[in-house]
């Protein structure tokens, strides 16, 4: 929480320096967290933001920053549930606790999108390349704006850890029980409900993402590569 406050200063330190931004085109990832949860579907690039922790308020003032930047061209990728085949994420902490207990309680009723760091770089890089082959200011000034860049399909955290075991090469995966949230509070507010629609990114790039689990085996496969279990 400490790190998350001072990304928060930093952001409004930025905004109050809107010079730094405007040298030329910037790229930015954010986060599901600057919404609430409230809203019953998918979230879209205009509706309202009401972050409930110090981590969606910091994404937000950068959000912000970067677009009150005067002549600042940008890209703003919001995106969900990432996980990975290093560091610290959802993915590698089920695997570690898969191994080591026989019953997991994993919240069911928050849902969202996992979404393979993988995905977000070549999505992202895929995107920033179709500028480079036209005019780029007239591409920058047609595509300044904020998308939702997260993996097709959703679930629940319960589903995607029964999902990550079934993929997996446990002998024998433990039981995974579905809680609801009130039985895991956690130091930062969660929204309910993190699923972003992708229809304005596929339509303004011709991009499709792929479904979250398809890629949950791509990152086991990796993992696997990568001996990534010496690190537990």
Partial sequence: ????????RGARSARGGGEAFAC?????????????GSKERPYVEDDAVNPQNVYGRSKLAGEQAIIAAAGCHHLIFRTSWVYGSRGKNFLLTMLRLGAE?????????????????NTIASLSANILAQSIGSDQSDWWQQ???GYRLTASGETSW????????????????????????????????RPSNSRMSNDKTTASFDLRAPAGAKHCGCARRRIERLNIRTFF
Avoid: N
């Fill in 101 to 117: 207990r026989e019953e997991l309680s994993v919240v069911a009723d928050q849902f969202g999108a996992p979404t393979w760091s």
């Fill in 158 to 189: 319960h589903g995607f850890t029964e999902a990550i075991f079934e993929l997996s090469d446990l002998e024998k995966g433990p039981r995974v029980k579905a809680i609801p949230a009130v039985s895991y509070p956690t130091s930062a507010a």
């Fill in 1 to 8: 929480m400490q790190r998350d406050a001072l990304e928060c």
């Fill in 143 to 145: 595509h300044s704006w």
């Fill in 24 to 36: 030329g085109p910037h790229s930015l990832f954010s986060t599901d967290y600057v919404f609430d």
